[in-house]
């Protein structure tokens, strides 16, 4: 069994109690980790993944699941179903990715870290939650019945599918 599979049987088999415990304690490892990641502008995860994961004091299964967690910021995903505890690492993250994916998550606690001043100003992180708070919004585009048809007829909407 891979190490991104023991990762996944290890989150299953808890009570909720349990389950509660280790996810707090989890998303604190986590939050570490993008502190690190953050206050040291690194941009690329290298080297062996059971070194990386030693360096930002976390166990290859929890970090397996980090790397999980992070995949869809990364230039170039990885299959995490095949890493091995030798599996050598190259992963450049993406920064714009990344702060999206976590506004997507709703993880406040990462998004809002102080250690973004360095990468995107106040301003531009407001403008980025802005336009991503925009791109959630719901809208309803009414046709009247004068309008062009939305199916691309040329016809008016009254005469189409009206």
Not at 17 to 38: D, P
Not at 117 to 123: A, L
Request: net charge negative; proline share 1%; with cysteine.
């Amino acid at each position: 069994m891979g190490i991104y599979a023991q990762w996944l049987e290890k989150t299953k088999n808890m009570s909720e109690k349990e389950s509660q415990v280790f996810w707090v304690a989890y998303l604190e490892e986590e939050k570490n980790v993008y502190l690190k990641i953050l206050a040291n502008k690194i941009d690329t995860i290298q080297g062996v993944l059971k070194d990386v994961a030693e360096s930002y004091n976390m166990d290859t299964n929890t970090f397996a699941g980090f790397l999980d967690g992070i995949n869809d910021s990364l230039e170039t995903h990885i299959d995490v179903e095949t890493l091995e505890e030798d599996t050598v690492l190259d992963c450049k993250i993406v920064y714009l990715k990344l702060y999206v994916n976590m506004m997507e998550a709703k993880a406040d606690w990462l998004y809002n870290l102080p250690q973004w001043d360095d990468i995107y100003s106040k301003e531009e992180r407001m403008k980025l939650k802005k336009e991503f708070d925009r791109s959630k919004m719901a809208t309803s585009t009414k046709v009247g019945r004068n309008d062009m048809c939305p199916c691309g007829s040329g016809k008016k909407y009254k005469k189409c599918c009206g």
